[in-house]
């Protein structure tokens, strides 16, 4: 037996003890050398014989006590190899903590790695985002500038085309209003010269003479009357002459607008116009693609951040898995280690009950020896007995 290897302890009841005889043999042999004695003993022989039955004492004494330490040494070594079967079992426990453990934190990395590898792909989203923004606020610029360069070009054109038409819609009441203007204002001259000439005369007739006569109240009314009707004719060649001056102004400044550029020039702009048109629809069409675009980068983004918000729970349950299986482990390691020192516990007193043993063991092969000396010291000295009494 070898003390101190950590295999399990053979029962000291299965090792092959070099015994030669129990307590009840030993006790059979001195019953029959007393019957074998011979009738006439003398002292030696009493002597021997006593001698022989105090060492079968002794023997049997040394071989109950080496009985007694066997089983307890037996029942350490049973103890031992259960807490032996223990330890192992607490250590494939812990083995199997520890491997759960570094299941989960694997797991924990694996889902750090996809956490940070979601941020990375949702930041170059918001990148791309960025950039589609970029380039439709760029292209809403460009928009705005043709809107504008289309307002100002569009305004020229359309107002010289309005002129236009306000020109020949004015034509034929334009030369009648330039012949008739120097006629309607010949009348007003004629008109203001007659009511002139009744205002002297009505003077004339109001102012008393020489010879003291009154003055001629019919005539004046005459006058009076006269002049009325001159200054109704007079309102009313008035407003014909605004009416045809108005004509006038309106087809002047239709022409002086129509005038200020030429057909070569609007027709330019024509085509301008129609350039920045389609120049216009192809950059709605841009912005409709970029869009479009961001759309995409929109629901790929959002996508993302429901794969990220769905990692963090998994990572959050699995750092909850994880301080329990660090908790298992820990309890297993500190189970190993209270089954260890439990074990090195029984294995002291394990060795210092089989030392015990081993004395015993040897007590008994002492005993044994001085029993079977004094047997064979009895048989000599009976042999000697007899052939003194033939």
Known sequence: MQVGNLGLYPKVTN????????????????RNIFNNLPANTNSDLTSAFQNVSLTNVQYASELSAFDIQRAAVDNLTGSYNNKLADLSSSEMDHATASFNTQQVAQSVQSINSAITNTKAIIGNYLNQISGSHSNINAINSSIRDIDKDLLVSESVVNNHK???????????????????????????????????????????LNTPNATGLIPNESAINQLIQQRQELEEKYA????????NDEIINQYDDSKTIVNSNDDKTIANL???????????QELIAQKRSEQSTLRDYRDKKNAANGE???AHGLLNSLIIRQEIAENNEARAL???????????????????????????QTNVEKAEHKFND??????????KHKLDNK
Do not use: C, W
């Open 15 to 30: 090792l092959d003890l070099d015994r030669i005889k129990s307590p009840t043999e030993s006790q059979n042999q001195v």
């Open 162 to 204: 309005h002129h236009s038409k306000r020109m020949k819609s004015l034509e034929t009441d334009y030369s009648s209003a330039f012949l008739a203007k120097n006629s309607l204002m010949n009348n007003l001259n004629s008109i203001s010269t007659s009511m002139s000439n009744i205002d002297t005369q009505i003077a004339a």
């Open 236 to 243: 009313q060649i008035t407003k014909e002459l605004d009416k």
């Open 270 to 280: 024509e085509t301008k116009i129609a350039d920045l048109h389609n120049k216009r």
């Open 308 to 310: 990220l918000g769905a």
């Open 334 to 360: 500190t189970k190993v280690h209270n089954r260890q020192e439990e074990l090195k516990l029984i294995h002291g007193s394990l060795d210092n009950s089989f030392s015990v043993y081993q004395s015993k």
């Open 374 to 383: 004094s047997t064979e010291f009895l048989n000599l000295v009976t042999q």
